[in-house]
Nanobody, 138 residues
Framework: QEQLLESGGGLVHPGGSLRLSCLAS????????VGWFRQAPGKEREWVSC????????DYSYSVKGRFTISKDVPENTVYLQMNSLNTEDTAIYYC???????????????????????????????WGQGTQVTVSS
């Protein structure tokens, strides 16, 4: 059974850092796009960052660009989100999600829209983790 497990959340002061982990089990992350999303109280879930494991292409939302870094560790089957210079607006539940880059059509594995070109982080939605809470407060 495919599962994603997030960890690394917690309470941090403004200006601090955290590293979130997304461990995949039941499938290998190679051949997937992996994204980090967050949902703050009273707000809709938004995408934060994503990575295409086939070529390491990444994208970041405007609000986190330059502060957050997404990366992967293939042997560990884990994707990380390094978050620096955290501020109170980063407080949210953070989720990771994964989506395959290829789909079976007519008995042949074919690339989907995530497999090449510009990354659409919002399209990553096949598997979801349960989330990890990040609270930034003084």
């Amino acid at each position: 059974q495919e599962q994603l497990l997030e960890s690394g959340g917690g309470l941090v002061h403004p200006g601090g850092s955290l590293r979130l982990s997304c461990l995949a089990s039941g499938f290998g992350l190679t051949g997937y796009a992996v994204g980090w999303f967050r949902q703050a109280p009273g707000k809709e879930r938004e995408w934060v960052s994503c990575l295409r494991t086939s070529d390491d292409k990444t994208d970041y939302s405007y609000s986190v660009k330059g502060r957050f870094t997404i990366s992967k560790d293939v042997p560990e089957n884990t994707v990380y989100l390094q978050m620096n210079s955290l501020n109170t607006e980063d407080t949210a539940i953070y989720y990771c999600a994964a989506h395959p880059l290829f789909v079976a059509k007519d008995g042949i594995m074919r690339p989907n829209s995530l497999a090449r070109g510009a990354l659409d982080c919002g399209a990553i939605n096949e598997f979801w983790g349960q989330g990890t809470q990040v609270t930034v407060s003084s």
